[in-house]
């Protein structure tokens, strides 16, 4: 494992995907505006033009609205795997040094002396999903997500499933899951709910790594 791996990296690299998603919305719209602006001497064609694009604009912000949760989604389960990574790079003797469920197969991976992957990982460690991990991270003392944020990425990750499995509409399952995992904020547009999220995530991502780094240092 490369010892100079960064999360924080990570999380930027991933972070991109969505922001540009978000920008491409916003120079669309721009865009529109000045268009719109140089057919404004002929009323009907101005009329014409904004209501082609202004319709246009609206499923564009939908899509990629949509797959900026998506992403979002995506970045915090990127991030727990990165996390793992780092700190089973950096920080071998805090795991070696402590006993959980995990401690005879996490030994094997660690003492080795091979290179592994993530993947590797995850199949010695069975961390099959979010809350694999969150247990993960809390038998070792890695103070990753406060319960706040576990909420939070479990909302994201009900979102994203219903985006992705039941585009459209709304499912029982997903209704009964929304009960244990509410929403942050309550907004009608889409599009200002992707931008709210992509700030939450990303304030509550860096600050974890923060936390982490603190505890580690």
Same mark, same amino acid.
């Given at each position: 494992?490369?010892?100079?791996?960064? =999360? =924080?990296?990570v999380l930027k690299r991933n972070f991109l995907r969505t922001d540009m998603l978000i920008e491409a919305m916003e120079r669309i719209g721009a865009y529109n505006r000045l268009y719109q602006d140089a057919q404004s001497h002929d009323l009907e064609d101005y009329r014409t033009v904004k209501a082609i694009q202004d319709s246009q604009l609206s499923e564009i912000e939908q899509a990629c609205?949509?797959? =900026? !949760? !998506? %992403?979002? =989604?995506?970045v915090t389960? *990127?991030?727990?795997? &990165?996390? +793992?990574i780092e700190? $089973?790079?950096?920080?071998?003797e805090h795991f070696l040094s402590k006993s959980? #469920?995990?401690? @005879?197969?996490? #030994?094997? +991976?660690? @003492? @080795?002396?091979? %290179? +592994?992957? !993530?993947?590797d990982i995850e199949a010695a460690l069975k961390l099959h999903g979010r809350r694999e991990y969150y247990e993960f991270f809390d038998?070792?003392?890695?103070? &990753?997500?406060?319960? @706040?944020?576990?909420? $939070? *990425?479990?909302?994201?990750h009900i979102r994203r499933n219903n985006l992705v499995h039941a585009p459209g509409f709304e499912t029982t399952v997903l209704r009964e899951?929304?009960?244990d995992a509410p929403k942050p904020f309550h907004e009608n547009s889409v599009r200002t709910e992707a931008k709210r999220l992509r700030t939450k995530v990303k304030k509550m991502l860096y600050e974890s790594y923060e936390r982490v780094s603190m505890a580690f240092a």
């Amino acid at each position: 494992m490369n010892a100079d791996f960064n =999360a =924080a990296n990570v999380l930027k690299r991933n972070f991109l995907r969505t922001d540009m998603l978000i920008e491409a919305m916003e120079r669309i719209g721009a865009y529109n505006r000045l268009y719109q602006d140089a057919q404004s001497h002929d009323l009907e064609d101005y009329r014409t033009v904004k209501a082609i694009q202004d319709s246009q604009l609206s499923e564009i912000e939908q899509a990629c609205s949509e797959h =900026a !949760i !998506i %992403s979002l =989604a995506t970045v915090t389960e *990127v991030y727990m795997r &990165a996390l +793992v990574i780092e700190l $089973f790079a950096r920080r071998p003797e805090h795991f070696l040094s402590k006993s959980s #469920r995990h401690s @005879s197969d996490l #030994r094997k +991976v660690i @003492s @080795s002396g091979e %290179s +592994v992957n !993530i993947e590797d990982i995850e199949a010695a460690l069975k961390l099959h999903g979010r809350r694999e991990y969150y247990e993960f991270f809390d038998s070792y003392g890695i103070p &990753a997500l406060t319960q @706040s944020d576990k909420d $939070f *990425v479990d909302y994201l990750h009900i979102r994203r499933n219903n985006l992705v499995h039941a585009p459209g509409f709304e499912t029982t399952v997903l209704r009964e899951r929304m009960l244990d995992a509410p929403k942050p904020f309550h907004e009608n547009s889409v599009r200002t709910e992707a931008k709210r999220l992509r700030t939450k995530v990303k304030k509550m991502l860096y600050e974890s790594y923060e936390r982490v780094s603190m505890a580690f240092a």
